[in-house]
């Protein structure tokens, strides 16, 4: 199979860059979380050190192919100009006349960012001549937009194919990352999922059972297979239509001869909200208005020894709802547990909501390799080809 182009496969150098971001970090007219921005840096100053100029594309959001106010790159020309101490051009729109003269007026060492790719419906129809118009404004292409490259769309697949194109820093780095987790982990290997829904994790939970030596499941996805053991789980969240997958699971984790770890314990309350009563009990013990909310401390403890000997730690999905600081203790637990490990294993962190988390507890410079990818990260994860990475195959 053709490798993928690295930015040293090609030259850039005093050229106008199209450089593919993922700036999706936009809600409501705000910046929710600069990670992403800041994680695009690198390969920014590598551009401008070699004298080129950049024009910086990127989505934001699911404005269904029309333009919102709310859903505007401009808060981020400003954020990226702070960053970098430099200004950042705007403009209002990806394409067009003025977009075009901005671009080819545009001198060594400046910086551009266009409008939301996505207020054209023409971006996720992956239409070619939206493609070629965009092509038109650069000399080369790079993508460093790795938590968009599972979607084949025309600023990702497209534009590629008309200019030299390499993957950026961030992209390639979070390739090596994830994909050598799976073909070559330090082991032992442990792998801790979470998160909501089993329906949304099965592809990877499956990948990660050929490749872990342990496989700890917390979240709401948890009370599915405590479920499928004939366990009681009260008014907690779960999947019916997944106990079957979660019996599987298990089968699966049982030939592969995986030690496949579900909660002993967990935290319970009556409702969902802040500051509302909780109270830890074993899983033989919920009552019919409990609803499991966090892994509880027991199980945590338990899990202390694995992560200790572990070479190789990934995790994805927060173990309780940890948007409410009552059902956040088995998530910081586990972050901790893996930042003392940090010179000592792999410590990988990858999802979006997990990602968040993460940044929120100000703790992402603590591991080895925090991704930026959601979706992305899980798709590569469960073995499957992302359509950016393989437009970047020379
Ligand atoms: P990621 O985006 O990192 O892949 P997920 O979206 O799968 O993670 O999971 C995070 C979500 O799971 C959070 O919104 C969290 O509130 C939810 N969650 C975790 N545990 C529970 C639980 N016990 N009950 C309800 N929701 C939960
Ligand atoms: C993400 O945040 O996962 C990417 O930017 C992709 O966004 P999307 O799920 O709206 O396509
Ligand atoms: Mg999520």
């Known amino acids: 199979m053709s490798k993928i182009n690295t930015i040293e496969d090609i030259d850039y150098a005093g050229k106008r860059v199209y450089l593919r971001v993922d700036y999706n970090v936009v809600e409501n007219g705000k910046i929710i979380d600069e990670f992403r921005i800041k994680q695009s840096l690198p390969t920014i100053n590598k551009l401008l050190a070699s004298k080129c100029s950049i024009i910086l594309a990127s989505h934001n959001g699911r404005p269904d192919g029309k333009p919102d106010e709310m859903l505007s790159l401009r808060p981020v020309a400003q954020a990226l100009s702070n960053l970098l101490n430099k200004k950042v051009g705007f403009v209002d729109d990806c394409v067009g006349e003025e977009v075009s003269q901005e671009a080819h007026s545009m001198k060594a060492g400046e910086l551009l960012l266009l409008e939301n790719l996505r207020f054209h419906e023409a971006e996720e129809k992956n239409n070619s001549l939206f493609a070629k118009s965009m092509a038109n404004l650069a000399d080369v292409y790079i993508d460093d937009a790795f938590a968009n490259a599972h979607r084949a769309h025309a600023s990702m697949v497209g534009v590629p194919k008309y200019l030299p194109h390499a993957a950026g820093l961030l992209m390639e780095k979070e390739y090596n990352n994830l994909n050598n987790l799976l073909l070559s982990p330090k082991r032992p290997f442990v792998a801790i999922v979470g998160g909501a829904k089993i329906s949304t994790k099965i592809e990877v939970l499956k990948s990660l059972l050929k490749k872990a030596d342990t496989v700890f499941i ?148 603590r591991f080895s390799f925090v991704s930026t990818g959601g979706g992305a990260s899980l798709e590569l994860l469960s073995g499957k080809k992302l359509a950016a990475i393989e437009a970047l195959r020379s």
Not at 241 to 258: L, Q
Not at 348 to 364: N, P, R, S
Request: charged share 25%.
């Open 218 to 365: 917390g979240g709401a996805m948890a009370n599915t297979f405590l479920q499928a053991q004939g366990y009681n789980i009260g008014a907690s969240m779960t999947e019916v239509d997944s106990i079957d997958i979660a019996k599987d699971v298990m089968k699966i984790a049982k030939d592969n001869n995986v030690n496949l770890i579900l909660p002993k314990d967990l935290v319970v309350a009556k409702s969902i909200e802040d500051g509302v009563d909780c109270r830890t009990v074993s899983i033989d013990n919920i009552q019919k208005d409990d609803i499991a909310l966090d892994i509880g401390k027991e199980t945590m403890r338990d899990l202390i020894p694995i992560i200790k000997k572990a070479k190789t730690i990934f995790w994805n999905g927060t173990l309780g709802y940890a948007e409410i600081n009552e059902f956040a203790w088995a998530s910081k637990d586990l972050a901790h547990l893996m930042s003392l490990r940090k010179n000592k294993a792999d410590t990988i962190i990858g999802g979006g909501d997990t990602t968040a988390f993460i940044e929120k507890l100000g703790m992402h410079n």
